[in-house]
């Protein structure tokens, strides 16, 4: 049974930091790219960062310097760190799985809130 059990939401203030991580179990994380987005509410889900099983990441462009993606194969975790954090940061932030690049499928997390706001 796959899972990817997120962590590390929360409540904090604009300009403040936090990390979230993203556990892996019942697939080979090494061979998977991995990824976070985000659903804010009344809009759709949107990538904010990924990274191959090479280790190349993208970002999107209102995140970039601001947002590090990160993973440890040893792990089997992902991690997002966030700084510089704004109100418009506030959104619910999925950990995904993604294997379509060699022919197996795309798993997502349950969700973790992300509120930034004074």
């Known amino acids: 049974q796959v899972q990817l059990v997120e962590s590390g939401g929360g409540l904090v203030q604009p300009g403040g930091s936090l990390r979230l991580s993203c556990a892996a179990s019942g697939i080979i994380f090494s061979i998977y790219a991995m990824g976070w987005y985000r659903q804010a509410p009344g809009k759709q889900r949107e990538l904010v960062a990924v990274?191959?099983?090479?280790?190349?990441?993208n970002y999107a462009d209102s995140v970039k310097g601001r947002f590090t993606i990160s993973r440890d194969n040893d792990k089997n975790t992902v991690y997002l760190q966030m700084n510089s954090l704004k109100p418009e940061d506030t959104a619910v932030y999925y950990c995904?799985?993604?294997?379509?690049?060699?022919?197996?499928?795309?798993?997502w997390g349950q969700g973790t809130q992300v509120t930034v706001s004074s």
């Open positions: 990274i191959t099983s090479d280790g190349s990441t």
């Open positions: 995904n799985a993604d294997g379509s690049a060699v022919g197996l499928t795309v798993y």
